[in-house]
Antibody, heavy 121, light 112 residues
Framework: EVQLVESGGGLEQPGRSLRLSCVAS????????MQWVRQVPGKGLEWVSG????????GYADSVKGRFTISRDNAKNLLNLQMNSLKPEDTALYYC??????????????WGKGTTVTVSS | NFMLTQPHSVSESPGKTVTISCTGS????????VQWYQQRPGSAPTIVIY?????ASGVPDRFSGSIDSPSNSASLTISRLKTEDEAEYYC???????????FGGGTKLTVL
């Protein structure tokens, strides 16, 4: 079964850092691009970041560029999102998502259940 | 930056047909594929239509996608509506200039 399991969410103060992780299973992780998408409860989907299969192309939403860093470890089937200089507006449910091809311009065919990040003092 | 605009909500009766639009802010919406996702409350989104008009596995043929280049828009059409179709629907595409994935704001479909 194809599965994505996120972890690392929690309550953190503004200006601090959090590191989200996503463990993938059930597919050949190294062949596919991955993404992070977030959603404030009751609001729409917001793309956060994407990374191609071999990490040669990476993109960030303007709202997180310079603060968040996406990375992957293909040997460990692991996707990470390092979140620095957190802001209250980063509060959301963060989904790990698998793209159906090796670059993230294509559609998402698998979503995790999400991990909740709350930024508040 | 490229943006996608959807109506906030639509409603229709069971058995009828509804169309949800997704309009690009600039450029040519046909330049990159458009996807449609369905999200029910409390669940992650699932792919419904990909590459403009291809149905995802398991999606009934009541769902169809199309592109209208003159209006720079994409559409999701659901025919023979069922109450189970009630959900939030998001269009999505790609901004090649900025290497950004773009989601529309979402459309809440009510079937009543």
């Amino acid at each position: 079964e194809v599965q994505l399991v996120e972890s690392g969410g929690g309550l953190e103060q503004p200006g601090r850092s959090l590191r989200l992780s996503c463990v993938a299973s059930g597919f050949n992780f190294e062949e596919y691009a991955m993404q992070w998408v977030r959603q404030v409860p009751g609001k729409g989907l917001e793309w956060v970041s994407g990374i191609n299969w071999n990490s040669d192309t990476i993109g960030y939403a303007d709202s997180v560029k310079g603060r968040f860093t996406i990375s992957r470890d293909n040997a460990k089937n692991l996707l990470n999102l390092q979140m620095n200089s957190l802001k209250p507006e980063d509060t959301a449910l963060y989904y790990c998502a698998k793209t159906n091809k090796n670059n993230y311009e294509h559609y998402i065919d698998v979503w995790g259940k999400g991990t909740t990040v709350t930024v508040s003092s | 930056n490229f943006m996608l605009t959807q109506p906030h909500s639509v409603s229709e009766s069971p058995g009828k047909t509804v169309t949800i639009s997704c309009t690009g802010s600039s450029g040519h919406i046909a330049s990159n594929f458009v996807q449609w996702y369905q999200q029910r409350p409390g669940s992650a989104p699932t792919i419904v239509i990909y590459d403009d008009n291809r149905r995802a596995s398991g999606v009934p043929d009541r769902f169809s996608g199309s592109i209208d280049s003159p209006s720079n828009s994409a559409s999701l059409t659901i025919s023979r509506l069922k109450t189970e179709d009630e959900a939030e629907y998001y269009c999505q595409s790609f901004d090649s200039e900025n290497l950004h994935v773009v989601f529309g704001g979402g459309t809440k479909l009510t079937v009543l």
